[in-house]
């Protein structure tokens, strides 16, 4: 047999179960107050994280600071280091130069007061040889005065003819023969031979300007063959006319 249907009344199974509370809404506050302390506690460490990290980097540019500063003044150090070093090497360099200077000073002095004293004798030996020359030139111009007087006039027109003047050269048995306008182009310049006539040959030691030796060898050669000193002298004037338009300077 079936059962009858419950009224709407009725009360339902549910309903006659025991009430059970399992604490959702505490948990759910406990829960949600447990969050919020968390979700502080994790603001507050990155919080404090980020004041660390800036703290670190701001402790860092310091050090990067002061370690600039210190390279700085180690560089400025240096430098100054430097300077000091080039000015006292600048000082010993200058003190070996005045010293140098000083040594240079003095040994010139001494060099000059040898020099001086040098002088001195070379000029008393020189007075002394000048005196002796003037002697002997004019006693040999006395002597050759004696023993030319024969030939006085031939002298006088050969001199007259060829611009010649005939002078002492300083040693007996010499004579030097100067020229006049052999260079048309300076006929003041003059040209002039040393002639020995101390031996049988006659020999021509020195001339300015330079000839040719074999030319006057051979004027020297008709000259020991005749004796003909006037034809010698035209020979020679010849041959320093002849120099001089070659551009001999001598």
């Not at 505490?26 to 507050?44: C, G, H, Q, S």
């Not at 360099?93 to 000059?112: F, G, K, P």
Request: charged fraction near 35%.
């Amino acid at each position: 047999m079936r059962p009858p249907f419950a009224s709407a009344n009725a009360p339902s199974m549910a309903d006659s179960l025991p009430n059970i509370n399992f604490g959702f809404d505490e948990l759910r506050d406990r829960m949600a107050r447990f969050t919020a302390r968390f979700d502080d506690v994790i603001e507050k460490g990155r919080k404090r994280v980020l004041e660390e990290r800036n703290q670190f980097r701001m402790n860092v540019a310091e050090l990067q600071e002061d370690q600039r500063m210190k390279a700085k003044d180690i560089e400025i150090l240096a430098l100054k280091s430097a300077t000091h070093v080039q000015g006292l090497e600048k000082e010993a360099l200058e003190t070996a130069e005045m010293e140098a200077a000083i040594a240079s000073v003095s040994a010139q002095h001494n060099a000059r007061a040898t020099e001086r004293d040098r002088l001195r004798q070379q000029i008393e030996d020189t007075q002394k040889s000048i005196g002796q020359r003037v002697d002997a030139q004019r006693e040999h111009a006395n002597r050759l005065d004696t023993q030319a007087r024969f030939n006085v006039p031939e002298l006088d027109f050969w001199q007259s003819y060829l611009c010649l003047r005939i002078e002492g050269a300083g040693m007996e048995d010499r004579l030097n023969f100067v020229y006049t306008h052999v260079d048309e182009r300076d006929w003041e310049r003059e040209a002039w031979f040393e002639l020995s006539m101390g031996r049988r040959e006659y020999e021509v030691l020195r001339c300015q300007p330079k000839l040719e030796p074999s030319a006057i060898q051979k004027s020297l050669d008709r000259l020991n063959e005749g004796r003909n000193l006037g034809a010698f002298l035209k020979d020679m004037r010849e041959l320093f006319v002849a120099a001089t338009k070659h551009g001999g300077r001598g």
